[in-house]
């Protein structure tokens, strides 16, 4: 009896856990993952808005208070500049992410300097060769080292009123994401 029960709970502890496997890696396998979407929205390099309804690819901005932006890159040329100017909006975010959605970096107005997006994303080796020889202008840089050489970024605002949202799409809007050229 007790080999019956072992049998019956070794086969259903399998079971379990091969179903966890599967319905975790449908995504990576069907393209459907959010680096593949986000990449689906146009060149990189530049911050897409997304819409309170899905896109052809499925993203959209589901909280009604926040507008949402996204932009892919790849940095295995050169490090990745991401500046926004903040002096108009009362709140907004920034999350960078590999290329597998593990969020390696975030921040907000709150975190940065005088409120300001000023973020430069860089290789290990990039990140080595700024250290070794600084440029004034990234002074008040916040440097990211990020692990692979493709990601995306999420750039949020927050827009509660109507009245907040001329402001917070001109945010988006003016917000960079652009390969780094040394300033």
Not at 35 to 62: C, K, M, W
Not at 84 to 109: C, K, L
Not at 137 to 151: D, F, N, S, Y
Request: net charge negative; aromatic share 10%.
């Amino acid at each position: 009896m007790s080999k019956f029960l072992y049998a019956v709970l070794t086969g259903l502890f399998g079971a379990v856990l091969l179903h966890i496997i599967i319905i975790l890696g449908v995504p990576h396998f069907t393209g459907r993952d959010a680096y593949t979407r986000v990449t689906s929205e146009g060149v990189p390099f530049v911050f897409h808005a997304l819409s309170a309804t899905p896109d052809a690819v499925g993203l959209s901005s589901l909280d009604p208070y926040l507008r949402v932006a996204v932009c892919h890159f790849d940095i295995e040329r050169q490090p990745l500049s991401l500046v926004a100017v903040g002096g108009g909006v009362d709140f907004w975010s920034v999350a960078i992410y590999d290329r597998d959605a593990n969020e390696v970096f975030s921040m907000n107005d709150r975190t940065s300097v005088a409120g300001d997006l000023d973020v430069l994303v860089a290789t290990p080796v990039q990140v080595a060769q700024l250290r070794k020889t600084p440029i004034a202008a990234l002074a008040e840089t916040i440097l990211v080292e990020h692990p692979g050489a493709e990601g995306y970024v999420v750039l949020r605002v927050l827009a509660p009123q109507a009245s907040y949202e001329a402001e917070a799409k001109a945010f988006l809007a003016d917000a960079e994401c652009l390969p780094f050229t040394g300033r």
